[in-house]
């Protein structure tokens, strides 16, 4: 038997049989798996704790033909305020919603791990406005996977975005300038130029400083990372 160590959060935990679990594991080495967790209902199991939902382990892994199933597992982190905390934990649902959709067992993931446990570090411990984190989450990690648009010229005519309204156009996933758009503004949303920088800044930040800027008027910028992650999510 092939023991596997890795480290990992729980995104998604379904019962299987009366006393198992399946659940799914944003790893660092193996990318996203479904993992059978063998009576972790059972409230004396030494695995309760770490086959749930959000809880990030260092796990001793097996796998047999089809499954990986947990030998052992060491909590490090069960973000406790986190989950007795409804609202966010709402948020935070959304997150691995996305996350399941847009990773796959022997991905490489160790970045959107990074990025999902800095995220979740941020709002337990408070120090930003919750809606900024989220959208920043979104930016990032559809940035890891290759899909930045460009944000420093118009996408058509190659004029740097600086001296005009910026547009984002969700359909073709492009910034640009007010010349470029047609009549129908209905495609785009307006960008303000606080908003565009921090864009940039995300998207050239490390994981481990992403979240360190500055924005005041976040309403633009809360929806820019709403409608890109939607129309990433629905393009994949
Ligand atoms: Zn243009």
Same mark, same amino acid.
């Given at each position: 038997m092939n023991l596997?160590?890795?480290?990992?959060?729980? *995104?998604?935990?379904?019962?299987?049989?009366?006393?198992d679990k399946i659940i799914t594991i944003l790893t660092d080495k193996l990318g996203k798996i479904s993992c059978i967790a063998r009576g972790a209902k059972r409230t004396n199991s030494p695995i309760l704790a770490n086959s749930q939902y959000l809880v990030y382990s260092e796990f001793v892994l097996y796998k047999s033909k089809k499954f990986y199933y947990i030998n052992t597992g060491e909590v490090i982190n069960t973000f406790y305020n986190l989950r007795i905390d409804f609202d966010k934990l709402n948020l935070i649902f959304? &997150?691995? /919603? *996305?996350?399941?959709?847009? !990773?796959?067992?022997?991905? $490489? !993931?160790?970045?959107?791990?990074?990025?999902? &446990?800095? !995220?979740?570090?941020?709002?337990?411990?408070?120090? /930003? $406005?919750i809606n900024?984190? *989220? =959208?920043?989450?979104?930016?990032?990690?559809? $940035?890891?996977?290759?899909f930045a648009p460009r944000t420093t010229v118009c996408a058509n005519c190659n004029k740097p975005l600086e001296n005009s309204n910026v547009y984002y156009d969700y359909v073709s996933n492009r910034f640009l300038c007010e010349n470029c758009t047609n009549e129908d503004k209905r495609r785009y949303i307006k960008i303000s130029q606080a908003t565009l920088i921090a864009i940039?800044?995300?998207? =050239?930040?490390d994981i481990k400083k992403v979240f360190s800027f500055e924005l005041k008027n976040?309403? $633009?910028?809360? &929806?820019?990372?709403?409608?890109? =992650?939607?129309a990433m999510t629905s393009g994949i």
């Open positions: 596997i160590k890795v480290k990992g959060i729980v *995104i998604k935990e379904t019962t299987y049989k009366e006393n959304e &997150l691995t /919603k *996305i996350i399941n959709n847009v !990773t796959d067992e022997n991905q $490489d !993931t160790t970045k959107i791990l990074q990025l999902f &446990l800095n !995220t979740i570090y941020v709002i337990e411990k408070q120090s /930003k $406005d900024i984190v *989220i =959208a920043t989450f979104k930016i990032k990690l559809f $940035d890891i996977l290759g940039r800044y995300i998207i =050239a930040a976040i309403s $633009d910028f809360k &929806l820019f990372g709403q409608v890109f =992650a939607d």
